[in-house]
């Protein structure tokens, strides 16, 4: 009778230390290897392409090369003119220069995607709770940046660019029957 006493303090123990224990919870991080740690270093090195003064050489020592620089998309330009050019079309007089002169010289025209980011997500809360699948709270933080250079005869003709310099979001799930909560999904009705 004492031992089972000291096997159930000793199971409350261990329920009450893992209770407070955040640093068992899980979390997970995306980046996309490349030349910047941030935001404002990619955007910065894109700032500095100028459409038709920019060589190819000079986005290539900017961080923008695809033979040397992870995760870069090659694109040709139906990609190119796909990427940019709204279908369908309502008025070609508001074709940007760049994008015309793709058009025109079709498989001399080549584009650069990078997409450079880095996400981490993180478990917050009570451990517990968490791993019984009654509360779970999911914190998202990171950066994304998005860049395409459209070059015809090694000389930069087009550029845009979109992104998120700063990401914060939380994700917040109850489940009030914990684990028996997905139960009731999997459970069919018989006739």
Not at 23 to 48: C, H, N
Not at 65 to 79: E, H, I, R
Not at 95 to 105: A, F, K, N, T, W
Not at 135 to 164: C, E, H, M, P
């Amino acid at each position: 009778m004492r031992a089972s006493i000291s096997k159930i303090l000793l199971h409350i123990t261990i329920v009450l230390q893992l209770c407070g224990c955040a640093t068992m919870l899980p979390s997970a991080k995306q980046a996309v290897i490349t030349p910047w740690s941030d935001f404002e270093g990619a955007k910065s090195s894109y700032d500095r392409i100028i459409p038709f003064v920019t060589s190819m050489q000079t986005v290539r020592e900017l961080g923008f090369d695809p033979y040397k620089t992870a995760n870069m998309k090659v694109l040709n330009q139906a990609q190119v003119v796909n990427a940019v050019l709204p279908s369908p079309l309502q008025n070609p007089t508001t074709i940007p220069q760049g994008i015309s002169d793709c058009m025109r010289v079709q498989d001399g025209c080549v584009g650069y995607l990078m997409e450079p980011s880095k996400i981490d997500q993180k478990r917050e809360g009570n451990f517990l709770l968490d791993f019984l699948n009654f509360k779970r709270n999911t914190v998202t933080t990171g950066w994304k940046f998005s860049a395409l250079i459209v070059v015809i005869d090694d000389t930069v003709v087009y550029k845009q660019w979109d992104g998120q310099p700063k990401i914060e979001t939380t994700d917040d799930r109850t489940n009030p029957l914990g684990p028996l909560q997905s139960m009731g999904e999997t459970v069919k009705v018989l006739p």
